[in-house]
């Protein structure tokens, strides 16, 4: 019975997913309820859908679909990096107090 439940819950799954989900529960980095080390077709389920969109995610990211931090950001922590101090730019309150 609790087999039939494991196949409809990765029917679709990608080969990758479904052994990275594997992973992730027998090195008991998922958080359940329980710790039990058999999960339930459903936590499989579940488990196996957030590593597809993390996959996705990457993939994405990978080919430059996803939009990247502003320029700005990266000079601030490559000036922190670096031991630079870096001076934060004003906000609109004290730019407009600044030029009456």
């Known amino acids: 019975m609790q087999l039939r439940g494991y196949l409809g819950a990765i029917r679709d799954a990608e080969l990758g997913d479904l052994q990275a989900a594997i992973q992730r529960f027998v090195r008991g980095e998922v958080r359940s309820g329980n710790a039990q080390f058999c999960p339930s077709s459903a ?3 579940i488990e196996v859908r957030e590593r597809r969109v993390m996959r996705e995610l990457l993939a994405r990211r990978g080919a430059g679909l996803v939009s990247s931090p502003p320029r700005s950001g990266g000079e601030v922590a490559r000036r922190s990096r670096d031991g ?3 001076t934060p ?5 004290e730019h407009r107090n600044a030029h009456p």
Request: hydrophobic fraction near 20%; charged fraction near 35%; glycine fraction near 0%.
């Open 89 to 93: 730019e004003p906000t609109e309150n």
């Open 84 to 86: 630079e101090e870096a």
């Open 43 to 45: 936590q499989l389920c």
